[in-house]
């Protein structure tokens, strides 16, 4: 995607007609103005040089944004905003002066009788040509309207600046035929008519036309510069210098000059220069810049540390892994940058409306001076209702509606750790009704453990783990990884592991090999009984999986060697997540490899309800699509097997401590790697899109509302017209408003419960107080094992009420959780029926 510096743009009528000039060059695929940083992106194989002659033909100037060595394209945006803010101020300066000048000559005298000097005093040609004269100095400073104006005109694309540059025109060009008009009283004598004249000049108005309009410009540049406060902060957080170590020297060098591989080492108190590992020392890192996380990170070799963090107290000595625009912070700022240049799907009303608005004002105001002179009335009326239907039409405002609120919204998002891709995807996200969630690493920690060993009866558990390791030592599954890792911190082994061969990954199965020429395989019971005979090891594996354990079998041949199981705890603020998803109305569903008992466990605890269980890799994505024909479904996840399902998602959400496949395939990354960001990110979304509605709705009003009173349409009812002036100065603050509305989402809290949230949790608690369980022990006689301890929890748990029975068989103890009162006889019962005696 090629991005380009775009200039010359005045309002929404602009940005379509680029868009649409762009749109139709050879080799261009799509094209996306942006009003509010003045640039363009473009996606195709269309050259910049013909892309750039287009947009010159079309009256505007451009250039490859980051064509200047000295500076980031973000950092040229923020240029060019500074640069035509001061320019602005500069303007409204010398306006102000010329224009307080004006009026003291033409109201100051003729309405409260200020002096005028003796030379003038009394001369009515003198007067009007002082304020003819004091009228041009003014339209010369602000020029900028006519060049932009009538260059809209010529290439048929007439734009705001037109409709400026036409009413400041014709109420100048007006005022000085009267002048002239006046000259001719004057040879005659006819001095009624002089004072007619006087009382028909309109030099004031055309001069203060520009400069409420420049005054509203300026207001809007500010606003506008306040909402990319997010993308500036984040570029100020870029570490100048950098202390690396050279031929066994500690050297002070620029942030640009740092190489990949290079060491450099961070004191206390200072910015970490750039992405890299910790080689030697141990500190707590701040990372709250990347992450809005305040809590500090504690650092230490073999761990990860990020550029623009901060070392709070210990010495780092550290390898440089990515450096310039790789780093996380550039990517960040690349993000919010690339977000706000695209366009959300509810600007396309605005955009269309902005193309055709300019030619329909200068129509109406057309149909509305010819209507007045048609009804009798005079040319200066008819002439005025005409000019403040010009002045007062802001397409502005409709085409700044929808990116103001997206800017600020992704700024707010960034400055949480949460990161909108698109415009698209910030819009979209507070639409969703399913979240599905990956089980491993997104609800649960992703750092499962051993729990759990089991061997045959001719093997012991030190071989049978030593087996084990052996064969998932290959594997990068996070299952493999816990037992390999149990292996290397037992207390009763530190052999080397056995050197297998021929190496099999099964996604979603398990995997094979050879040891010594005999095949192992290791996986879960549905691929082990392909291979061998598992009844030995199912009831137990069952009782497992029912604790939300993954049982684990390894097989040489097709005997069974034992199980270990392996659990994955439940990260600790899962639970609160799901309870704000639905409370939110947004629907939990949780898609996992793992099998049924297992998933439903972990989704018990995290108060799941819709589980999704044995899905491979590949069956995640098909399972998407079947979820978004019941809605729009957004897929969390934070693996490489997730990429697929969060790419066919109506919204991928990666979360940030994933892989990179995953957030590249995602829409929405989320840094903190913390399941309540999904509840945030909709909340964000939702309140952004509600501030465009707000925007759109005030965009529109205001122009249905303002014409019509502009052009006199309640003069004959109400003797209500609109003074060219006041015109003016409506235009000039209905883009201030419709920023300054955008801007209120700096205080956008997405962490907080809205009202519905609220009322969702305050009813789920009084339902936790009225449902709360009752525990009951009962003492059971003959059970023997494990396998007896499954039947009776079985058959407990079917009883209606009954929440958990948990079975001790050395102690003969049998727990329940019930969820209502039940009768002793039907508890007996139901053991005596699964052929055991309650005593």
Same mark, same amino acid.
Request: include cysteine; glycine fraction near 8%; charge should be positive.
């Given at each position: 995607?090629?991005?380009? =510096?775009?200039?010359?743009?005045?309002?929404?009528?602009?940005?379509?007609?680029?868009?649409?000039?762009?749109?139709?060059?050879?080799?261009?695929?799509?094209?996306?103005?942006?009003?509010?940083?003045?640039?363009?992106?473009?996606?195709?194989?269309?050259?910049?040089?013909?892309?750039?002659?287009?947009?010159?033909?079309?009256?505007?100037?451009?250039? $490859?944004?980051?064509?200047?060595?000295?500076?980031?394209?973000?950092?040229?945006?923020?240029?060019?905003?500074?640069?035509?803010?001061?320019?602005?101020?500069?303007?409204?300066?010398?306006?102000?002066?010329?224009?307080?000048?004006?009026?003291?000559?033409?109201?100051?005298?003729?309405?409260?009788?200020?002096?005028?000097?003796?030379? #003038?005093?009394?001369?009515?040609?003198?007067?009007?040509?002082?304020?003819?004269?004091?009228?041009?100095?003014?339209?010369?400073?602000?020029?900028?309207?006519?060049?932009?104006?009538?260059?809209?005109?010529?290439?048929?694309?007439?734009?705001?600046?037109?409709?400026?540059?036409?009413?400041?025109?014709?109420?100048?060009?007006?005022?000085?035929?009267?002048?002239?008009?006046?000259?001719?009283?004057?040879?005659?004598?006819?001095?009624?008519?002089?004072?007619?004249?006087?009382?028909?000049?309109?030099?004031? /108005?055309?001069?203060? #036309?520009?400069? =409420?309009?420049?005054?509203?410009?300026?207001?809007?540049? #500010?606003?506008?510069?306040?909402?990319?406060?997010?993308?500036?902060?984040?570029?100020?957080?870029?570490?100048?210098?950098?202390?690396?170590?050279?031929?066994?020297?500690?050297?002070?060098?620029?942030?640009?000059?740092?190489?990949?591989?290079?060491?450099? !080492?961070?004191?206390?108190?200072?910015?970490?220069?750039?992405?890299?590992?910790? $080689?030697?020392?141990?500190?707590?890192?701040?990372?709250?810049?990347?992450?809005?996380?305040?809590?500090?990170?504690?650092?230490?070799?073999?761990?990860?540390?990020?550029?623009?963090?901060?070392?709070?107290?210990?010495?780092?000595?550290?390898?440089?892994?990515?450096?310039?625009?790789?780093?996380?912070?550039? &990517?960040? !700022?690349?993000?919010?940058?690339?977000?706000?240049?695209?366009?959300?799907?509810?600007?396309?009303?605005?955009?269309?409306?902005?193309?055709?608005?300019?030619?329909?004002?200068?129509?109406?105001?057309?149909?509305?001076?010819?209507?007045?002179?048609?009804?009798?009335?005079?040319?200066?009326?008819?002439?005025?209702?005409?000019?403040?239907?010009?002045?007062?039409?802001?397409?502005?405002?409709?085409?700044?509606?929808?990116?103001?609120?997206?800017?600020?919204?992704?700024?707010?998002?960034?400055?949480?750790?949460?990161?909108?891709?698109?415009?698209?995807?910030?819009?979209?996200?507070?639409?969703?009704?399913?979240?599905?969630?990956?089980?491993?690493?997104?609800?649960?920690?992703?750092?499962?453990?051993?729990?759990?060993?089991?061997?045959?009866?001719?093997?012991?558990?030190?071989?049978?783990?030593?087996?084990?390791?052996?064969?998932?030592?290959?594997?990068?599954?996070?299952?493999?990884?816990?037992?390999?890792?149990?292996?290397?911190?037992?207390?009763?082994?530190?052999?080397?592991?056995?050197?297998?061969?021929?190496?099999?990954?099964?996604?979603?199965?398990? !995997?094979?090999?050879?040891?010594?020429?005999?095949?192992?395989?290791?996986?879960?019971?549905?691929?082990?009984?392909?291979?061998?005979?598992?009844?030995?090891?199912?009831?137990?594996?069952?009782?497992?999986?029912?604790?939300?354990?993954?049982?684990?079998?390894?097989?040489?041949?097709?005997?069974?060697?034992? @199980?270990?199981?392996?659990?994955?705890?439940?990260?600790?603020?899962?639970?609160?997540?799901?309870?704000?998803?639905?409370?939110?109305?947004?629907?939990?569903?949780?898609?996992?490899?793992?099998?049924?008992?297992?998933? &439903?466990?972990?989704?018990?605890?995290?108060?799941?309800?819709?589980?999704?269980?044995?899905? =491979?890799?590949?069956?995640?994505?098909?399972? !998407?699509?079947?979820?978004?024909?019941?809605?729009?479904?957004?897929?969390?996840?934070?693996?490489?097997?997730?990429?697929?399902?969060?790419?066919?998602?109506?919204?991928?959400?990666?979360?940030?401590? /994933?892989?990179?496949?995953?957030?590249?395939?995602?829409?929405?990354?989320?840094?903190?790697?913390?399941?309540?960001?999904?509840?945030?990110?909709?909340?964000?979304?939702?309140?952004?899109?509600?501030?465009?509605?707000?925007?759109?709705?005030?965009?529109?009003?205001?122009?249905?509302?303002?014409?019509?009173?502009?052009?006199?349409?309640?003069?004959?009812?109400?003797? =209500?017209?609109?003074?060219? @002036?006041?015109?003016?100065?409506?235009?000039?603050?209905?883009?201030?408003?419709?920023?300054?509305?955008?801007?209120?989402?700096?205080?956008?809290?997405?962490?907080?419960?809205?009202?519905?949230?609220?009322?969702?949790?305050?009813?789920?608690?009084?339902?936790?107080?009225?449902?709360?369980?009752?525990?009951?022990?009962?003492?059971?006689?003959?059970?023997?094992?494990?396998?007896?301890?499954?039947?009776?929890?079985?058959?407990?748990?079917?009883?209606?009420?009954?929440?958990?029975?948990?079975?001790?068989?050395?102690?003969?103890?049998?727990?329940?959780?019930?969820?209502?009162?039940?009768?002793?006889?039907?508890?007996?019962?139901?053991?005596?029926?699964?052929?055991?005696?309650?005593?």
């Amino acid at each position: 995607m090629e991005k380009f =510096l775009i200039s010359g743009m005045s309002c929404a009528a602009c940005s379509a007609r680029i868009e649409k000039a762009v749109a139709k060059v050879k080799g261009v695929e799509s094209c996306t103005v942006s009003l509010l940083t003045n640039s363009m992106s473009v996606k195709g194989t269309a050259s910049a040089q013909s892309i750039i002659q287009t947009i010159e033909k079309a009256g505007y100037g451009a250039k $490859i944004s980051g064509s200047e060595k000295t500076s980031k394209p973000e950092e040229q945006e923020l240029l060019l905003e500074n640069s035509e803010l001061k320019n602005l101020k500069s303007r409204l300066a010398a306006s102000l002066i010329f224009l307080l000048i004006l009026m003291y000559f033409s109201m100051g005298h003729m309405m409260l009788n200020f002096p005028l000097p003796a030379w #003038i005093n009394g001369n009515h040609v003198a007067m009007g040509l002082v304020q003819l004269l004091l009228t041009i100095i003014i339209l010369f400073i602000n020029r900028k309207f006519f060049i932009s104006g009538t260059k809209g005109l010529i290439h048929g694309t007439p734009n705001m600046d037109t409709l400026v540059a036409l009413g400041s025109g014709i109420s100048f060009a007006y005022s000085t035929l009267v002048l002239f008009n006046m000259t001719d009283a004057v040879l005659k004598g006819d001095e009624l008519r002089v004072m007619k004249c006087m009382d028909n000049f309109y030099f004031e /108005g055309a001069a203060m #036309i520009v400069t =409420l309009i420049t005054v509203g410009k300026m207001l809007e540049s #500010i606003s506008k510069g306040k909402t990319t406060n997010a993308l500036k902060n984040l570029i100020k957080l870029k570490p100048e210098n950098a202390t690396v170590i050279r031929e066994g020297k500690e050297i002070v060098i620029p942030i640009s000059e740092i190489k990949k591989d290079d060491v450099f !080492i961070v004191k206390p108190g200072e910015n970490i220069p750039v992405d890299g590992i910790v $080689i030697e020392g141990e500190s707590s890192v701040n990372e709250s810049a990347l992450t809005g996380e305040s809590i500090p990170v504690d650092k230490s070799a073999k761990t990860e540390v990020y550029s623009a963090t901060i070392n709070l107290n210990g010495f780092l000595k550290c390898k440089a892994l990515r450096v310039g625009e790789e780093t996380a912070l550039s &990517q960040i !700022i690349k993000l919010v940058s690339d977000a706000s240049a695209t366009k959300a799907p509810i600007a396309k009303t605005a955009d269309k409306v902005s193309g055709i608005f300019v030619p329909s004002v200068l129509l109406i105001s057309a149909i509305t001076f010819f209507v007045w002179m048609i009804c009798g009335a005079e040319i200066n009326f008819a002439l005025s209702r005409a000019i403040s239907v010009l002045v007062i039409s802001c397409p502005c405002a409709l085409g700044l509606a929808t990116p103001v609120a997206i800017m600020v919204g992704n700024g707010v998002g960034a400055k949480n750790g949460i990161l909108f891709k698109t415009a698209t995807s910030l819009e979209e996200t507070g639409k969703i009704k399913i979240v599905a969630l990956d089980k491993t690493g997104t609800i649960t920690k992703g750092e499962p453990e051993v729990t759990d060993i089991v061997a045959a009866d001719d093997i012991s558990e030190k071989d049978l783990v030593k087996i084990a390791a052996s064969l998932e030592s290959k594997s990068s599954h996070p299952l493999a990884k816990a037992v390999v890792k149990f292996y290397s911190n037992s207390t009763f082994t530190n052999e080397e592991l056995i050197e297998t061969q021929n190496f099999v990954s099964l996604p979603g199965n398990g !995997i094979s090999c050879t040891i010594k020429g005999e095949k192992f395989f290791a996986g879960n019971l549905a691929f082990i009984e392909k291979n061998a005979d598992i009844s030995s090891i199912k009831e137990k594996a069952a009782l497992f999986s029912s604790e939300g354990k993954t049982p684990l079998v390894f097989a040489k041949e097709n005997k069974i060697l034992g @199980m270990i199981c392996v659990a994955d705890k439940i990260k600790d603020d899962s639970a609160k997540a799901v309870s704000q998803l639905k409370a939110m109305s947004v629907t939990p569903v949780m898609i996992t490899g793992d099998n049924e008992k297992t998933a &439903q466990a972990i989704a018990k605890n995290a108060g799941i309800e819709k589980i999704i269980a044995g899905v =491979l890799p590949d069956g995640k994505a098909k399972t !998407i699509a079947t979820l978004k024909s019941k809605g729009k479904t957004a897929m969390a996840g934070d693996g490489i097997n997730d990429a697929p399902a969060l790419a066919s998602a109506d919204i991928g959400i990666a979360l940030g401590a /994933g892989s990179d496949i995953a957030i590249d395939s995602a829409q929405v990354v989320l840094m903190k790697n913390s399941l309540l960001d999904v509840p945030a990110a909709i909340r964000l979304s939702k309140a952004t899109l509600k501030n465009i509605h707000e925007n759109l709705f005030w965009a529109f009003f205001y122009n249905i509302a303002g014409i019509p009173l502009a052009a006199g349409v309640y003069y004959k009812a109400f003797g =209500l017209r609109l003074n060219p @002036m006041f015109a003016a100065a409506a235009m000039s603050l209905s883009s201030f408003c419709v920023v300054t509305n955008a801007l209120r989402l700096n205080f956008f809290k997405p962490y907080k419960f809205s009202k519905s949230e609220n009322k969702f949790q305050s009813l789920k608690r009084q339902e936790e107080v009225t449902m709360s369980t009752i525990e009951k022990t009962i003492k059971v006689e003959g059970m023997m094992c494990g396998h007896c301890e499954a039947h009776v929890k079985e058959a407990l748990e079917k009883i209606k009420g009954v929440e958990e029975a948990t079975a001790d068989h050395e102690t003969g103890k049998v727990v329940l959780k019930l969820s209502k009162e039940i009768d002793d006889k039907k508890i007996a019962d139901a053991v005596k029926k699964a052929g055991y005696k309650v005593v």
